[in-house]
């Protein structure tokens, strides 16, 4: 890797049409690919793939959606604004999340992070021949995550008499494209793509904007503050957009999952760093956790106990304590917004009081959850957790579920 490589990542969501319309891009598109945000917005994300690789991306495109994919990886080349810098090898994450696909745009070079990237993804697909030797996989890994399931088109709610679609597991002769899928389980019946797809005479698919899929909620994260605000929500499945905006995540964990949690997002902040030590990308890391949708005040407000001023003979002096106090409370209306949290057992008045552990626990809702770090933020994907496990139990070697301090980004 030269020095004028760019290593870093973007955000990126597109639209189910059968051109992959940009719905929301970060920053960091403009360094990486020379365009604004605003640029990229509303036009088709297809237009910027190469020629040569245009119906097997498109296609791709077509069957992540239809197979309801999660946390996979391809490797294809993007158009640079700058015609002199012409397309750049990028890799590219997708996730569905019930009515758009999520996922990154990084620069793509060998390396121990693409490894790690690699190898943490649940699928690989080669688009770009020259992208071979980024195939690399552990053998006998089984998926991270069980298939999802799915919920039906109309609206949110707890998945009840649903079928699961399990990733391909084969490779795409028609396209020449090289996929590697980890183990999973036997897929079931493939879900209706509702209008189907029609082959043109070009070999590239069209088809008419696919339907909602499974319910999955895709989160924004800061990735810079410790509270980690929520910067962008999907959809409302799980959490109201109108009022998660700006608040702590973890505001929506459960206290008793929050440290755990916590050193989740560490451990994957921690992989998503390149080798000139600046955010990037990182790979996946899969947990279960308790969310409370409800909120909390995950910031604990804890404001000292007032200094007792002393006279020369160890009295406190009465005519003083007035000013202290008035001193005190003006101090603590402004440590409510400014201040990480004390260590003194004092809560301050405006704490909100606890409600009782059974109707809390009621509020409750099981989660998986797929972490990964990338240059301009954290992204959480939410869907319902699988009934087959419990909260916090780790199903694959990439699971955080034990990783309790940043790990190096070449280890899972």
Not at 308 to 327: D, E, F, I, K, L
């Amino acid at each position: 890797m030269d020095s004028t490589s760019p290593c870093v990542s973007f955000i990126g969501i597109v639209d189910f049409t059968e051109h992959a319309r940009w719905v929301f891009l970060t920053e960091s598109v403009s360094e990486l690919l020379g365009y604004e945000p605003h640029e990229l917005v509303g036009s088709p994300s297809l237009d910027l793939v190469h020629p040569d690789e245009y119906r097997d991306v498109k296609n791709l495109h077509y069957t992540t959606i239809s197979q309801d994919k999660a946390a996979v990886l391809a490797y294809l080349r993007l158009k640079h604004k700058d015609p002199y810098k012409g397309y750049i090898l990028c890799a590219i994450s997708r996730t569905v999340a019930w009515n758009v696909l999520v996922g990154s745009v990084s620069f793509a070079s060998m390396g121990p992070k693409a490894m790690h990237n690699a190898s943490t993804a649940q699928e690989v697909t080669i688009i770009t021949p020259s992208a071979a030797n980024f195939e690399f996989r552990r053998w006998g890994d089984p998926s991270p995550m069980p298939p999802s399931p799915i919920q039906g088109y109309d609206s949110p709610g707890s998945p009840s008499d649903t079928e699961s679609v399990a990733e391909s597991s084969a490779s795409d002769s028609s396209t020449g494209s090289s996929t590697t899928t980890r183990d999973a389980p036997s897929p079931t019946s493939p879900r209706s793509s509702g209008g189907g797809s029609r082959t043109g005479p070009d070999g590239a698919i069209s088809f008419d904007p696919l339907p909602k899929q499974s319910i999955r909620t895709a989160l924004i994260l800061d990735r810079f503050s410790t509270s980690c605000p929520i910067i962008y929500c999907s959809n409302d499945s799980f959490l109201s957009t109108t009022q998660i905006m700006g608040r702590p995540f973890f505001d929506f964990v459960t206290q008793r999952d929050e440290a755990l949690v916590r050193s989740w997002i560490d451990a994957v902040k921690g992989w998503g760093v390149n080798e000139r030590g600046q955010p990037s990308d990182g790979g996946f890391g899969f947990g279960k956790f308790h969310l409370f949708p409800r909120g909390r005040d995950s910031v604990e407000r804890l404001e000292p106990e007032p200094p007792q001023p002393q006279t020369r003979h160890g009295r406190a002096s009465a005519r003083s304590s007035p000013a202290v106090s008035q001193h005190h409370t003006s101090r603590t209306s402004t440590v409510h917004s400014t201040t990480t949290p004390a260590s003194s057992p004092v809560r301050s008045r405006h704490h909100r009081p606890p409600r009782s552990t059974a109707a809390a626990v009621k509020e409750e809702v099981v989660v998986d959850a797929i972490f990964s770090a990338h240059s301009d933020g954290l992204m959480v994907i939410l869907r319902h957790a699988s009934s087959t496990s419990g909260a916090h139990q780790a199903t694959s070697p990439t699971s955080l579920s034990t990783a309790a301090a940043p790990a190096s980004p070449s280890t899972p």
